[in-house]
């Protein structure tokens, strides 16, 4: 089982709203990242982290923004929630695992942000 | 293009039954091809992890099979389950996991019948 959580699991909210969704991880992982899922589409990097103080941009342009302050934190938010935000952000950071000499990303539940 | 396809987009099987998903993909250079499994509002978890040089690896019931001269590769269920109900998701990185970017299939949604 990750020791990944990503909080809320469910937010509704109306547009113009700032919303900031939580990602912490308990396994020391010094990359983290989040994605972007529509309803059976494939997922969408649209940030992602090395470490502390380090945060990029991935391949899905994106108008929210996070931090990386402390190694188990890796916040998102989006300033001004529109309709088009609506999807599910998915929250994942990547460690070695015994047995393989790849690192293995484990996932948080997700939040599904609805903005009406 | 780097791409990942998946086929079936759906399936149904009866509980007890057999199946095969398949994964063709063009992403190059090659590192390694994961196989997740996504249940319905959860987040994606690993079942296999394959490089350039394995050609099968197994986890329970789940065997997943890679052909990298092809850029093929497959996940067989063996009996299956009604908790095997699931999106299963093949995901291909291009470098090692350092560098590398993931390319994400779509998914097969799987639905096991009673």
């Known amino acids: 089982e990750a020791d990944i959580y990503q909080t809320p699991r469910y937010l509704v909210i109306g547009t113009g709203k700032k919303i900031t969704l939580e990602c912490s991880q308990t396994m020391g992982h010094d990359k983290m990242y989040w994605y972007q899922q529509d309803p059976g589409m494939e997922l969408h990097l649209i940030h992602y982290s090395y470490g502390v103080n380090s945060t990029e941009k991935g391949d899905l342009s994106s108008e929210s923004t996070v931090s990386r302050i402390r190694t188990e934190h890796f916040p998102l938010t989006l300033e001004s929630a529109r309709p088009s935000h609506t999807s599910q952000y998915l929250c994942?950071?990547?460690?070695?695992?015994?047995?393989?000499?790849?690192?293995?990303?484990?996932f948080g539940a997700g939040t599904r942000l609805s903005v009406l | 293009k780097n791409q990942v396809e998946q086929s079936p987009q759906s399936l149904i099987i009866l509980e007890g039954k057999n199946c095969t998903l398949q994964c063709n993909y063009t992403v190059s250079p090659f590192s390694n091809l994961r196989w997740y499994k996504q249940d319905t509002g959860r987040g994606p978890v690993s079942l296999t992890i394959m490089t350039f040089s394995e050609n099968t690896k197994s986890n329970g019931r789940y065997t997943a099979t890679l052909d990298a001269d092809t850029k093929q590769s497959s996940l067989h269920i063996t009996a299956s389950q009604l908790s095997d109900s699931a999106s299963y998701i093949c995901v291909v990185s291009d470098r090692g996991s350092t560098l590398g970017r993931l390319y994400f299939g779509r998914g097969t949604q799987l639905t096991v019948w009673p």
């Open positions: 994942a950071s990547s460690g070695p695992t015994s047995g393989s000499r790849e690192d293995i990303q484990y």
